[in-house]
Structures are given as C-alpha cells and as structure tokens.
C-alpha cells in the first residue's frame, strides 16, 4: 500500500519536473 502510494506521488510529481527541463532547454538563459 505505501509503496503504490510512493510511486502515485512520484507520477504526480514528474510531469512538473519534466516541462521545467523541457523550457530550460527551449529557452537560453543568459550566462
């Protein structure tokens, strides 16, 4: 039960950090 618990969370999770890697890399950030 904690374990599905954990990996829901987690896929909730992902795809948030998945656009903040996709605009990183569409958009240059001034170095």
Do not use: Y
């Not at 909730?12 to 990183?24: N, T, Y």
């Amino acid at each position: 039960m904690e374990f599905d618990a954990g990996v829901k969370r987690e896929s909730r999770k992902a795809p948030r950090d998945v656009i903040v890697i996709d605009h990183a890399e569409r958009v240059p950030t001034p170095n």
